[in-house]
């Protein structure tokens, strides 16, 4: 149920020492070590290491906010607490390409939250730089210095080596996924789901998670009902003045007033730039407006990688608002469907599952497109599909095309603001 977002909020958890004795501090590290040994940990741990994972941890740690798991009708995840990983299984690896601390600083708490540790099936999360932005290397490495379960990996990536020297270190045995630093929601549910997924059909090369923008998908979840009719604010002046920098926004889409117009021939252009900064979008009612979702920008979209749902940055807007009113509703089962074959067509890989040893069978990596070179050059290649696991949800934040666009608006404060509330162990960490 829906209560269950609500349920789980506790205090920040950072720790001051000041005030602590002596006493408390060895209690607590006494306990800790204790709770480690009764339930395994999975720190430290090397790369090389062969051992299996130590079993998903129950009880969660009081700190731990309640667990999610969505209904499915659709494959049995409902009413779990947890979800096993599967025998024989050595390690499952997290890997990102670190570019976005704006964004990163969000996806931190969720990959938290699916450490093992913490109740999650990852071992460990794998960081591969590709920024030369000091300051956002330095965002980086406090992240990696709090971290036990977070490595770098050192790549140098030449000339006209976009991302290949990346997989070098790639092991067989493990399962990858493959994160982009962009996502910005992920259901409790997604990685436990593609797991399950990519061991249960050794014969899918690769498999996705239900990725809310992305544009294939995009079309789908529009034909599924889940995207809503949303236009940007006309009306009233901009608050630009006024609405400070820091402001705490407000995630839910049932706090927003009915889009109107007093224009009522208004259109709305897919190259609409916002007048102001955190700019929003309001949900459109036929009875105040008469306007429909035929009047939004969705409708552009198309079942095709390279659809306007990957260039216009409208487009995303209308689904991230969409996607809060349906979260805000526990109505996610929109977005759902138990699976979708690419066979051997484009898929995006925003959030992918594979096998090590099918990684390290197609190297050399000769492609420079990766998404073209896992979806389409290895399915082919090896006479196995590339398959979207629909069960499980996760919501990307932008392609490159788009950025600017939602940066003008104030959906990355209702991400951060959700995954405050829900999701963080501790505060997002502010950029500085
Ligand atoms: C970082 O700098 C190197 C060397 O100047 C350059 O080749 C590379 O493209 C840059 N990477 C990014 C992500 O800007
Ligand atoms: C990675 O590179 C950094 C800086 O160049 C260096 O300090 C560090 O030791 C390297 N780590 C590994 C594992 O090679
Ligand atoms: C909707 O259109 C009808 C017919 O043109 C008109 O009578 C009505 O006032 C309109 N309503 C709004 C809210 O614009
Ligand atoms: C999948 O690809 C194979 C090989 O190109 C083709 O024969 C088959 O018809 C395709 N299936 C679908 C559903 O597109
Ligand atoms: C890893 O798996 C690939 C593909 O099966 C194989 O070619 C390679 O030899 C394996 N590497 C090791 C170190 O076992």
Redesign the pocket.
């Known amino acids: 149920m829906f209560a269950h977002y609500l349920q789980g909020r506790m205090g920040p958890k950072t720790p001051t020492f000041s005030r602590q004795t002596i006493f408390t501090v060895v209690v607590f590290f006494t306990l800790l070590i204790w709770s480690w040994q009764i339930f395994g940990s999975s720190t430290p741990r090397t790369r090389e290491s062969s051992k299996p994972s130590a079993p998903i941890v129950d009880p969660l740690p009081p700190y731990v906010k309640p667990r999610y798991w969505s209904a499915s009708h659709l494959g049995g995840l409902e009413g779990i607490k947890a979800f096993p990983k599967p025998d024989g299984l050595n390690k499952i690896v997290a890997i990102i390409f670190y570019g976005r601390p704006a964004t990163v600083s969000i996806l931190d708490c969720y990959l938290k939250r699916n450490l093992i540790k913490n109740g999650g099936m990852l071992d460990e999360v794998v960081w591969i730089v590709r920024t030369n932005d000091t300051s956002h290397k330095a965002y980086l490495d406090v992240l990696l210095a709090e971290e036990d379960a977070y490595t770098k990996w050192n790549v140098t990536f030449g000339e006209n080596e976009d991302y290949r020297s990346a997989y070098d270190r790639v092991q067989n045995g493990t399962m990858y996924i493959k994160i982009d630093d962009d996502i910005v929601f992920m259901e409790d549910t997604v990685i436990p789901s593609i797991v399950d997924s990519k061991w249960k059909n050794p014969d899918y090369f690769i498999i996705s998670a239900n990725i809310m923008n992305q544009p294939s998908l995009s079309w789908v979840h529009w034909r599924l009902g889940a995207v809503r009719p949303y236009l940007p604010e006309i009306e009233p002046a901009p608050p630009s003045d006024v609405v400070p920098e820091e402001l705490r926004v407000e995630w839910k889409a049932s706090a927003l007033p009915d889009w109107t117009s007093s224009d ?1 021939e208004w259109i709305m252009s897919l190259e609409y730039i916002s007048p102001y900064k955190k700019h929003r979008w309001l949900p459109v009612k036929y ?4 306007r429909s979702i035929d009047d939004t920008p969705i409708i552009f979209t198309d079942f095709n990688a390279f659809s306007e749902g990957l260039w216009k940055w409208t487009i995303a807007a209308q689904q991230h608002y969409s996607f809060f009113e349906n979260l805000e509703k526990n109505e996610l089962w929109r977005y759902k469907f138990s699976e979708w074959n690419y066979n051997y067509t484009r898929m995006g890989i925003q959030f992918v599952a594979m096998m090590g040893e099918d990684i390290n069978m197609g190297k050399p990596i000769v492609e420079r497109d990766d998404e073209y070179y896992f979806s389409e050059v290895m399915t082919q290649k090896t006479s196995r599909h590339g398959v979207v696991d629909g069960r499980s949800l996760v919501a990307h934040y932008s392609f490159k095309p788009q950025r600017d666009g939602i940066a003008s608006t104030d959906i990355l404060d209702r991400y951060r603001t959700f995954a405050d509330e829900n999701i963080c162990i501790q505060p997002v960490r502010p950029i500085y």
């Open positions: 009522p009875d105040t407006s008469n």
